[in-house]
């Protein structure tokens, strides 16, 4: 078994840069990085990830993984692995809510977790370039805001790598 997560990055990265930040998170574990998902080997690693482009220029591309259990991330394997990403790589991160940041609805796209300068915030994507524009079938939103930061928030113990 395992899970699949989303981190949403805020600069581009190259799968080699992706894939060598997160060996030293999890040495000796198969990682593979591709662009695609056809350019990933037939059997991936314990940890494999797509990297996609969005529509945000803040946040120019999303990193797709799948996490197996054999990476002994935890409770929170995307938060520990955006934690990671952004000091590593020296990037800003936006990963899935959980309960621990308030009464939010889960299912809501637009709450996000972000790591910012290393900090983590609740974030609000609500009518942003992130989301792009869409429609709720009877009002067209333009998406054209950008991600706005809504409080602080404090991780669990042992989340961060």
């Known amino acids: 078994m395992g899970t699949n997560f989303d981190i949403v990055l805020s600069r581009h990265v190259l799968p080699r840069e992706a894939t060598a930040a997160l060996a030293e998170l999890l040495p000796g574990l198969r990682i593979d990085v591709a662009n ?22 803040d ?4 990193l ?31 990963c899935g809510v959980y309960p621990f940041a308030g009464d939010l609805d ?20 609500d009518g942003t370039r992130l989301m792009g524009p869409y429609t709720d079938g009877s ?9 706005r930061l809504v409080r602080p928030v404090s991780l669990p113990n042992g989340v961060r790598a």
Request: negative net charge; hydrophobic residues 35%.
């Open 139 to 147: 009002h067209t939103f333009p998406g054209d805001q950008p991600v």
């Open 36 to 57: 695609s998902f056809s350019e990933l080997p037939d059997e991936p690693g314990e940890l494999w990830a797509t990297i996609e482009p969005t529509h945000d220029p």
């Open 64 to 94: 797709n993984c799948v996490c197996r259990d054999e990476c002994g991330l935890g409770e929170y394997p995307d938060l520990r692995v955006a934690d990671w990403l952004s000091r590593r790589l020296v990037v800003n991160c936006l």
């Open 106 to 125: 889960p299912q809501d796209p637009y709450w996000w977790l972000a790591c910012v300068g290393g900090a983590w915030h609740l974030a609000d994507a």
């Open 59 to 62: 946040w120019p591309c999303s």
